[in-house]
């Protein structure tokens, strides 16, 4: 029991820590489009659905008896509920334009990342991180 709490414990820490760093970096855009909300929540769910996840796990793995699991579990899904409903609030009364116009910023950012390189030998564009024409194996200037 305190080793499964420690596990979840861990694992919400763990969430914490590494989500920041998976974050799209400080493009002019995303920096005008400061985080809302409805992010915190976005990730709060995520971490909330992969907590049940590894609960149901351990379950299935035999680390948990069946009281303890369906105690925690109730508790998880009632956590889970409340996040979700609160994301429907928010949706339902705030802005969704200033949402969409986020998302299209987010795919901009993205197709950015994915840009590609015209190799100057036979004209085929590859992506940047290639050093060499994947067709002629010419260098490609980055
Ligand atoms: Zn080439």
Redesign the pocket.
Known sequence: MVYLFCGLFGSVLIAAVVTPLFRKDDSLESAIIEETEWDLLQRKKEVVLSNIQDLDFEYKCGKLSDEDYKQIRGQMGSEAASVFRHIDEIESTQDLDALIRREINLRRNRSAADAQVK?T??G?TNPTFNKF?A??G?KLKT
């Open positions: 190799c030998a036979c085929v024409c067709e002629c010419a």
